[in-house]
């Protein structure tokens, strides 16, 4: 039976890549051998830890995401055992999402149908570009072949929920080229796209390359050209915009990244997962907190007292409310006046008087009691975004 309480979502993470691309700057790691059977044994004892903590008990749940790392190094054995284990401490949803993502390599996708028998019901493939070219320049190890093939195996293997990844903005690439990417992307027919415009990370080899003069991102103006093309061209293929870099066909979105950007309650566990919890006491208005980010770390620690946590994190009432209006407005629904109203005792106005600014200045507009973000506002997102964080 389900419970009355919130429901959430679950994150796992599996840190593990085969190699590290050199603009990520995730929690991933690469290692001779992935010690797959004892990080599935701690991610089990971590769910048992939290299925006991009065917090989560009892609540359903309405999304798990396997992220990472790239979760298909994986085998559907060990997913298989991590969602029978997450169905027997939290009640599931009727119609709840889970979600893998993979590499479009052969020995991953020789996986796909196993990771269908065993619960996943939404597939997510890291495609990034179907030319060499610009593959090989993003440090990608597999061939547009092998993803050819990864995406046909999607099909067979009975998902008919799956996402595919574009990467758009590398220097060298072309509008033309963008084009060829969109155009065979969507011979797949995918209910969903993700495509992310290349961020340089500090931290990562093309960071290093940029401040030596060695890498040189696109001009403003063609990553505009770019950006209007991916909205213009998906949309006409049926696939709206419903966040910054995602695109959904009606009743395709993700429903464990809106979980994100609503403000709704995640546990993440494994190494580095991050989770948030809202709870109103005390002049504190949510909790966040994450998790030892080494992996064998990780694993020692929940060996030997069960405790990862590392850091936590009280948001106060400014904290969460500025979270609270930049998540939101990064969907094309935008923030409800209502709820933000609900949740933080003054309307956003009250909260950011600059507010008035943005919408006299056509960047951001009102309709149906929803704040969001014009087409204009969209473009300059990130400077839009700094008023609230
Ligand atoms: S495959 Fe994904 S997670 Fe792994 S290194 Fe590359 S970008 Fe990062």
């Given at each position: 039976?389900?419970?009355?309480?919130?429901p959430?979502?679950?994150?796992?993470?599996?840190?593990y890549?085969?190699?590290?691309?050199?603009?990520?700057?995730?929690?991933?790691?690469?290692?001779?051998?992935?010690?797959?059977?004892?990080?599935?044994?701690?991610?089990l004892?971590?769910?048992?830890?939290?299925?006991?903590?009065?917090?989560?008990?009892?609540r359903?749940?309405?999304?798990?995401?396997f992220?990472?790392?790239?979760?298909?190094?994986?085998s559907?054995?060990?997913?298989?055992?991590?969602?029978?284990?997450?169905?027997?401490?939290?009640?599931?949803?009727?119609?709840?999402?889970?979600?893998?993502?993979?590499?479009?390599?052969?020995?991953?996708?020789?996986?796909?149908?196993?990771?269908?028998?065993?619960?996943?019901?939404?597939?997510?493939?890291?495609?990034?570009?179907?030319?060499s070219?610009?593959?090989?320049?993003?440090?990608?190890?597999?061939?547009?072949?092998?993803t050819?093939?990864?995406?046909?195996?999607?099909?067979?293997?009975?998902?008919?929920?799956?996402?595919?990844?574009?990467?758009?903005?590398?220097?060298?690439?072309?509008?033309?080229?963008?084009?060829a990417?969109?155009?065979e992307?969507?011979?797949?027919?995918?209910?969903?796209?993700?495509?992310?415009?290349?961020?340089?990370?500090?931290?990562?080899?093309?960071?290093?390359?940029?401040?030596?003069g060695?890498?040189?991102?696109?001009?403003?103006?063609?990553?505009?050209?770019?950006?209007?093309?991916?909205?213009?061209?998906?949309?006409?293929?049926?696939?709206?915009r419903?966040?910054?870099?995602?695109?959904a066909?009606?009743?395709?979105?993700s429903?464990?990244n809106?979980?994100?950007?609503?403000?709704?309650?995640?546990?993440?566990?494994?190494?580095?997962?991050?989770?948030?919890?809202?709870?109103?006491?005390?002049?504190v208005?949510?909790?966040?907190?994450?998790?030892?980010?080494?992996?064998g770390?990780?694993?020692?620690?929940?060996?030997?007292?069960?405790?990862?946590?590392?850091?936590?994190?009280?948001a106060?009432?400014?904290?969460?409310?500025?979270?609270?209006?930049?998540?939101?407005?990064?969907?094309?629904?935008?923030?409800?006046?209502?709820?933000?109203?609900?949740?933080?005792?003054k309307?956003?106005?009250?909260?950011y008087?600059?507010?008035?600014?943005l919408?006299?200045?056509?960047?951001?507009?009102?309709k149906?009691e929803?704040?969001?973000?014009?087409?204009?506002?969209?473009?300059?997102?990130?400077?839009?975004?700094?008023?609230?964080?």
């Amino acid at each position: 039976m389900l419970s009355d309480k919130e429901p959430f979502s679950l994150y796992i993470h599996i840190p593990y890549c085969v190699s590290k691309c050199p603009y990520c700057d995730f929690n991933v790691h690469v290692v001779p051998k992935i010690p797959e059977k004892e990080y599935s044994r701690a991610l089990l004892n971590e769910l048992d830890f939290y299925a006991r903590s009065e917090d989560w008990w009892g609540r359903g749940l309405k999304s798990i995401y396997f992220g990472g790392g790239t979760p298909s190094t994986f085998s559907p054995s060990s997913v298989e055992k991590m969602i029978e284990k997450a169905a027997s401490v939290f009640p599931f949803e009727e119609d709840i999402e889970i979600s893998l993502e993979a590499n479009p390599g052969r020995e991953d996708s020789a996986n796909f149908p196993g990771y269908r028998s065993s619960g996943v019901n939404r597939i997510s493939i890291g495609v990034q570009s179907f030319q060499s070219h610009l593959l090989k320049f993003l440090g990608r190890l597999h061939s547009p072949d092998e993803t050819r093939g990864a995406l046909r195996m999607v099909t067979q293997a009975g998902f008919s929920n799956f996402n595919l990844d574009l990467i758009y903005g590398s220097p060298g690439q072309s509008l033309s080229d963008l084009r060829a990417d969109l155009a065979e992307a969507l011979s797949f027919q995918p209910p969903h796209l993700s495509a992310y415009n290349l961020t340089i990370e500090e931290g990562t080899p093309f960071h290093r390359q940029y401040q030596a003069g060695r890498l040189r991102p696109l001009d403003e103006e063609t990553e505009v050209a770019m950006t209007e093309l991916i909205e213009e061209t998906l949309s006409k293929a049926g696939l709206e915009r419903y966040e910054i870099s995602n695109y959904a066909r009606a009743g395709f979105h993700s429903r464990h990244n809106l979980n994100y950007w609503q403000g709704g309650d995640y546990l993440g566990i494994g190494a580095g997962a991050h989770s948030f919890l809202r709870k109103q006491e005390n002049g504190v208005f949510g909790y966040r907190w994450h998790n030892e980010r080494h992996p064998g770390r990780y694993m020692e620690k929940v060996r030997r007292t069960g405790e990862v946590v590392v850091e936590r994190e009280d948001a106060d009432l400014t904290k969460a409310a500025g979270e609270f209006m930049f998540l939101g407005l990064r969907t094309m629904r935008g923030v409800s006046v209502d709820e933000f109203s609900l949740r933080f005792g003054k309307n956003p106005q009250e909260f950011y008087p600059q507010i008035g600014d943005l919408l006299e200045g056509g960047l951001m507009e009102e309709k149906a009691e929803r704040l969001r973000l014009t087409r204009r506002g969209f473009l300059v997102a990130n400077s839009i975004f700094v008023n609230f964080v």
